[in-house]
């Protein structure tokens, strides 16, 4: 799966071009976090902090497996280390029974 880049920006473009060989290894690790999580599920700023991710790379990660249908949005919502709500994401059936 390709990493996302903002449309007519070289820069966006050239980072989703540096980051493509290890987005996936990226994305396994928010998804093990987030399935790890159970059914409180987890925050983009808990995965952050549980995998010591900058925001921009675990937001994207979170982004892109929203989009593959491996998460989906709870419902819930908790406060982030700013006091702002964040969605809490769950990891879907599929994805909790894939490797």
């Given at each position: 799966?390709p990493?996302?880049?903002?449309?007519?920006?070289?820069?966006?473009e050239?980072?989703?071009?540096?980051?493509?060989?290890?987005?996936?290894?990226?994305?396994?690790?928010?998804?093990?976090?987030?399935?790890?999580?159970?059914?409180?599920?987890?925050?983009?700023?808990?995965?952050?902090?549980?995998?010591?991710?900058?925001?921009?790379?675990?937001?994207?990660?979170?982004?892109?497996?929203?989009?593959?249908?491996?998460?989906?949005?709870?419902?819930?919502?908790?406060?982030?280390?700013?006091?702002?709500?964040?969605?809490?994401?769950?990891?879907?059936?599929?994805?909790?029974?894939?490797?």
């Amino acid at each position: 799966m390709p990493a996302p880049y903002a449309a007519n920006s070289r820069t966006s473009e050239a980072a989703a071009v540096s980051i493509e060989e290890s987005s996936h290894n990226l994305r396994l690790r928010v998804l093990d976090h987030i399935r790890r999580s159970g059914p409180s599920g987890a925050t983009c700023d808990e995965c952050e902090i549980a995998l010591n991710m900058r925001h921009q790379t675990a937001s994207a990660r979170i982004w892109e497996l929203r989009n593959a249908g491996r998460i989906w949005d709870s419902g819930f919502e908790r406060r982030t280390r700013s006091r702002r709500h964040a969605v809490v994401w769950r990891a879907t059936d599929e994805a909790e029974a894939t490797p």
